[in-house]
């Protein structure tokens, strides 16, 4: 299995400019979690899906952000405009919520800059 | 707020000797609590979990301890390796009937010195 795939590995923008990360996740999972990872505030879970649907935003930070997940493959999390505050990891991570199932598995981040 | 709390950001310990690293939550309505470990350029990886019903679960060198009236946890690491520097994270979650969603603290920075 080739894991959570994230891409891409490091972004470089201006402040102002529209930056879309993009998330594969593990095959059969049904459900995606966007966090995002400072040194202030650790991990904070942005968004997460449950069977291609949105569950729960009320951790994105502004209207700036939006996640989508078209199919059970794909996502992407968008922010437009950038801010230069926007810097930090960003993380996808997948698991199969069947019951109690909190073991996630994290794909290798997007180390996104904004300049 | 942090509901998940990590409150030494780094932690030295010398090869071979015991790696103690601490949580403390606010929410009550946590029932599941996980440790996960991460590497530099890598994504946070699964270590171990324990849920309310116990007080402590052990896997090899890995055991975590609960307190639940404490609202503490601890993961203790037992001949600690080099190979166990990393970013440890300590996370929670409370069911909500759909997926498990997590909420993790700020990591504490393991160096195991020779």
């Known amino acids: 299995d080739a894991g959570v795939i994230q891409s891409p590995r490091h972004e470089v923008t201006e402040m102002g400019q529209e930056v879309t990360l993009r998330c594969k996740p593990i095959s059969g999972h049904n459900s995606l979690f966007w966090y995002r990872q400072t040194m202030m505030r650790g991990l904070e879970l942005l968004i997460y899906f449950n069977n291609n649907v949105p569950i729960d935003d009320s951790g994105m930070p502004e209207d700036r952000f939006s996640a989508k997940m078209p199919n059970a493959s794909f996502s992407t999390l968008k922010i437009q405009p950038s801010e230069p505050r926007d810097s930090a990891v960003y993380f996808c991570?997948?698991?199969?919520?069947?019951?109690?199932?909190?073991?996630?598995?994290f794909g290798s981040g997007t180390q996104l800059s904004v300049l | 707020d942090q509901q998940v709390k990590q409150n030494s950001p780094s932690l030295s310990v010398q090869e071979g000797r015991i790696s103690i690293l601490n949580c403390d939550y606010t929410n009550s309505m946590f029932d599941y609590f996980l440790w996960y470990k991460k590497y530099p350029a890598e994504g946070p990886t699964f270590l171990i979990s324990?849920?309310?019903?116990?007080d402590k679960n052990e896997d090899g060198r890995f055991t975590v301890f609960l307190n639940k009236s404490a609202k503490h946890l601890s993961l203790h690491i037992v001949p600690s390796q080099p190979g166990d520097s990393a970013v440890y994270f300590c996370?929670?979650?409370?069911?909500?009937?759909?997926?498990?969603?997590?909420?993790f603290g700020t990591g504490t920075r393991l160096q195991v010195t020779l």
């Open positions: 324990i849920s309310s019903i116990k």
């Open positions: 991570a997948s698991s199969y919520a069947w019951g109690r199932n909190e073991k996630l598995f």
């Open positions: 996370a929670a979650s409370a069911y909500s009937g759909t997926a498990s969603k997590l909420t």
